[in-house]
Protein backbone atom coordinates (compact mmCIF):
# COMPACT_ATOMS: atom_id res chain seq x y z
CA UNK A 1 0.00 0.00 0.00
CA UNK A 2 2.86 2.73 0.41
CA UNK A 3 5.64 2.95 -1.98
CA UNK A 4 9.66 4.12 -1.93
CA UNK A 5 10.78 5.35 -5.42
CA UNK A 6 14.53 6.19 -5.07
CA UNK A 7 16.23 8.26 -7.63
CA UNK A 8 19.59 9.97 -8.04
CA UNK A 9 22.14 7.48 -7.82
CA UNK A 10 25.28 7.23 -9.75
CA UNK A 11 28.62 7.69 -10.57
CA UNK A 12 30.81 10.59 -9.19
CA UNK A 13 34.21 11.50 -9.02
CA UNK A 14 35.68 12.64 -5.42
CA UNK A 15 34.66 15.98 -4.29
CA UNK A 16 31.76 15.62 -6.41
CA UNK A 17 27.90 16.09 -5.48
CA UNK A 18 24.94 13.97 -6.09
CA UNK A 19 21.35 14.55 -4.60
CA UNK A 20 19.13 11.61 -3.96
CA UNK A 21 15.38 11.87 -4.14
CA UNK A 22 13.21 9.35 -2.68
CA UNK A 23 8.71 10.17 -2.81
CA UNK A 24 6.50 8.22 -0.95
CA UNK A 25 3.30 7.27 -2.48
CA UNK A 26 0.56 5.01 -1.97
CA UNK A 27 -2.59 4.87 0.41
CA UNK A 28 -0.93 7.31 2.75
CA UNK A 29 -2.06 10.02 5.38
CA UNK A 30 0.80 11.32 6.50
CA UNK A 31 4.19 10.30 6.45
CA UNK A 32 6.13 11.12 9.97
CA UNK A 33 10.23 10.77 10.36
CA UNK A 34 12.06 10.01 7.45
CA UNK A 35 15.74 9.14 6.43
CA UNK A 36 18.90 7.67 4.75
CA UNK A 37 20.70 5.00 5.49
CA UNK A 38 24.02 3.39 3.54
CA UNK A 39 24.96 0.12 3.24
CA UNK A 40 28.96 -0.44 1.74
CA UNK A 41 29.74 -3.86 0.64
CA UNK A 42 30.46 -6.37 3.25
CA UNK A 43 29.49 -3.68 6.26
CA UNK A 44 26.42 -3.47 8.53
CA UNK A 45 23.95 -0.64 6.78
CA UNK A 46 24.32 2.26 9.18
CA UNK A 47 22.43 5.75 9.11
CA UNK A 48 23.36 8.55 7.42
CA UNK A 49 20.89 11.39 8.30
CA UNK A 50 16.96 11.78 9.61
CA UNK A 51 15.02 14.27 9.71
CA UNK A 52 11.28 14.96 11.66
CA UNK A 53 8.43 16.31 10.65
CA UNK A 54 9.24 19.54 12.26
CA UNK A 55 12.21 19.66 10.27
CA UNK A 56 14.30 18.49 12.88
CA UNK A 57 17.70 16.64 11.93
CA UNK A 58 20.85 14.35 12.84
CA UNK A 59 23.63 12.82 10.92
CA UNK A 60 25.86 10.48 10.94
CA UNK A 61 29.65 12.25 11.89
CA UNK A 62 31.19 10.84 8.94
CA UNK A 63 29.07 13.05 6.98
CA UNK A 64 28.11 16.13 8.91
CA UNK A 65 29.17 19.39 6.94
CA UNK A 66 28.91 18.06 3.79
CA UNK A 67 25.37 16.21 3.58
CA UNK A 68 22.27 18.09 3.90
CA UNK A 69 18.55 16.16 4.84
CA UNK A 70 15.31 18.10 3.56
CA UNK A 71 12.16 17.84 3.11
CA UNK A 72 8.94 18.47 1.06
CA UNK A 73 5.86 17.76 2.99
CA UNK A 74 3.62 18.52 0.35
CA UNK A 75 4.85 15.74 -2.17
CA UNK A 76 6.20 13.28 0.69
CA UNK A 77 9.86 13.35 -0.70
CA UNK A 78 13.04 13.50 1.31
CA UNK A 79 16.00 14.40 -0.09
CA UNK A 80 19.86 14.15 0.23
CA UNK A 81 22.44 16.42 -1.22
CA UNK A 82 25.62 15.51 -1.09
CA UNK A 83 28.57 17.37 -1.21
CA UNK A 84 32.29 16.43 -1.12
CA UNK A 85 31.96 13.11 -1.76
CA UNK A 86 34.69 10.87 -0.68
CA UNK A 87 35.62 7.28 -1.81
CA UNK A 88 34.17 5.93 1.58
CA UNK A 89 30.93 7.30 0.93
CA UNK A 90 30.48 4.51 -1.95
CA UNK A 91 27.37 2.45 -0.69
CA UNK A 92 24.04 1.56 -1.57
CA UNK A 93 21.70 4.28 0.17
CA UNK A 94 18.32 3.38 1.46
CA UNK A 95 15.52 5.72 1.79
CA UNK A 96 13.16 5.41 5.18
CA UNK A 97 10.23 6.51 6.02
CA UNK A 98 7.40 6.22 8.55
CA UNK A 99 4.12 6.44 7.12
CA UNK A 100 0.21 6.42 8.46
CA UNK A 101 -1.82 4.20 6.22
CA UNK A 102 -4.73 6.27 5.11
CA UNK A 103 -8.17 5.27 6.64
CA UNK A 104 -6.06 3.23 9.30
CA UNK A 105 -4.33 4.47 12.42
CA UNK A 106 -1.21 1.85 11.29
CA UNK A 107 2.08 3.43 11.51
CA UNK A 108 4.41 1.36 9.20
CA UNK A 109 8.05 1.54 8.30
CA UNK A 110 8.81 1.50 4.41
CA UNK A 111 12.07 0.90 2.92
CA UNK A 112 12.84 2.15 -0.55
CA UNK A 113 14.56 -0.43 -3.13
CA UNK A 114 17.97 1.68 -2.44
CA UNK A 115 19.96 3.60 -5.29
CA UNK A 116 23.78 2.63 -5.90
CA UNK A 117 26.53 5.59 -5.19
CA UNK A 118 29.51 4.87 -6.54
CA UNK A 119 32.48 7.96 -5.80
CA UNK A 120 35.66 7.10 -7.57
CA UNK A 121 38.01 8.83 -10.01
Known amino acids: QVQLVESGGGLVQPGGSLRLSCAAS????????MGWYRQAPGKERELVAR???????NYADSVKGRFTISRDNAKNTVYLQMNSLKPEDTAVYYC???????????????WGQGTLVTVSS
Open 51 to 57: IGTGGTT
Open 96 to 110: EAEAVIRYSYNDVEV
Open 26 to 33: GYISSVNA
